[in-house]
Nanobody, 120 residues
Framework: QVQLVESGGGLVQAGGSLRFSCTVSGLTFGDFTMGWFRQAPGKERRAVSCIRGSGDSTYYADSVKGRFTISRDNAKNTLYLQMNSLKPEDTALYYC?????????????WGQGTQVTVSS
């Protein structure tokens, strides 16, 4: 079956950086758009960033543009999210998503989620 295993969350001070990884098994990784979504307390889950299978096209939510960078290594079946200049409003549960669409919010496969807490 399809598995998405995330790592890299944690507690960081405002202005700091974190890097997520998501390793995928059970599907042909390079065939699918991958994404990161997040859910803050009391809010809906929203798209953060997506990247097409070939890596040639990306999407970023306005709130993270210029601070977050999504990338992928298809040889390693791994998705990354580099998060810089973190703000307290970035605090959320972050999910890796496979076969995802950041424009519609459609996702077929979800990771287990990893918590990010940004202190002010």
């Amino acid at each position: 079956q399809v598995q998405l295993v995330e790592s890299g969350g944690g507690l960081v001070q405002a202005g700091g950086s974190l890097r997520f990884s998501c390793t995928v098994s059970g599907l042909t990784f390079g065939d699918f758009t991958m994404g990161w979504f997040r859910q803050a307390p009391g809010k809906e889950r929203r798209a953060v960033s997506c990247i097409r299978g070939s890596g040639d096209s990306t999407y970023y939510a306005d709130s993270v543009k210029g601070r977050f960078t999504i990338s992928r290594d298809n040889a390693k079946n791994t998705l990354y999210l580099q998060m810089n200049s973190l703000k307290p409003e970035d605090t959320a549960l972050y999910y890796c998503a496979a076969n995802s669409n950041c424009y519609t919010g459609s996702v077929v496969y979800w990771g287990q989620g990893t918590q990010v807490t940004v202190s002010s």
